[in-house]
């Protein structure tokens, strides 16, 4: 049974909805795929923000790279 109960938390524990009330969130472009990189999105890209209390549609002004 520990194991069992030891194995769900790490399920919750990893569970996307819990993550983003920590803060987190995640971004997908207009098509739906989600973004991993500052590599995938360019000047004009429509991005899509998911918060844990809804989303915001934002478009890149600018893409910068780390140095």
């Known amino acids: ?38 590599a995938e999105v360019a000047q004009g890209d429509l991005l899509i923000t998911r918060f844990a209390d809804g989303e915001a549609r934002s478009t890149v002004d600018e893409v910068e790279a780390a140095s």
């Open 1 to 38: 049974d520990r194991d069992l109960d030891g194995g769900a938390a790490q399920v919750r524990a990893y569970d996307p909805a819990r993550v983003m009330e920590r803060g987190w969130s995640m971004t997908r472009r207009g098509d739906g795929t989600l973004v991993r990189s500052v």
